[in-house]
């Protein structure tokens, strides 16, 4: 991790983050923008709230670099659930569909990855922030509105399965940007035929920053306090 420079800060920096569960990726910002100081603050790369891990969050004048963070490539960790699905591919909504799984085998989950590594066309979630007809897709998905969006182009690298423990199986996934792992874990599920949902997700990086080199938010403004506390003990 490095030093933390209110400073500097103020002006342009990168903040790593370790999002917590169950916190907006907006949540992070607003909770940065008035201890941070800086005119302008944004993120690189929305985390869904039942996520975990790593946000890119830029201050000042690295605000203009956030489209180069968001095109780096991503590395998630996490666990698909066999056996059901959920109208928002993960845990915001009740699992639905119950259908069998005790039958699919180690072998089938594997070949079943290959189908989704590589150059690949996947089709968002409707509960997504894609806007279509110029509101959130979600927003008419909720509204109960049948929601019709396009397959886009994205690319998995890495589609490795970790440990199988029926109906968990957890998993390791580099993608492009644009890839929704709650697609995949709904993919996954339809092309094994017992349905699948997202019931845990981490993302562990991004390009070649690490969720290990960020900060909790608790410790990163206790850090960021007693770094300005310095600065003026230093000043006097």
């Known amino acids: 991790m490095n030093t933390i420079i209110p400073d500097q800060l103020k002006e342009g920096g990168v903040i790593l983050i370790d999002k917590p569960y169950r916190w907006t990726s907006f949540d992070v910002v607003h909770k940065l923008r008035k201890p941070v100081g800086a005119k302008k603050i ?23 670099k956030i489209n180069e963070y968001q095109s780096l490539p991503k590395e998630y960790t996490g666990i698909i659930h066999l056996g059901a699905v959920t109208p928002t591919y993960d845990l915001e909504s009740e699992p639905e569909q119950q259908q069998p799984f005790a039958h699919i085998t180690g072998e089938q989950l594997t070949e079943a990855t290959k189908k989704f590594t590589g150059p690949i066309l996947q089709t968002p979630p409707a509960h997504s922030a894609i806007k279509k007809d110029g509101k959130r897709a979600y927003e008419l998905a909720r509204a109960g509105k049948e929601v019709d969006l396009k397959a886009r182009p994205v690319t998995i690298s890495t589609f490795e399965l970790t440990k199988i423990e029926l109906p968990e199986v957890h998993f390791r996934v580099t993608c ?5 792992i709650r697609s995949l874990a709904h993919d996954f599920g339809q092309e094994l035929g017992c349905g699948a949902y997202l019931q845990e997700l981490r993302r562990t ?31 006097d």
């Not at 929305?46 to 605000?63: E, M, N, R």
């Open 42 to 64: 944004g993120h690189a790369g929305t985390l869904d709230p039942l996520a975990t891990g790593l946000l890119i969050c830029c201050s000042g004048a690295y605000t203009k």
């Open 176 to 180: 492009s940007t644009g890839t929704y």
């Open 205 to 235: 990086k991004i390009g070649d920053y690490k969720v290990e080199d960020a900060w909790s938010i608790t410790e990163f403004l206790e850090l960021l306090s007693k770094a300005k506390e310095a600065e003026a003990k230093n000043a």
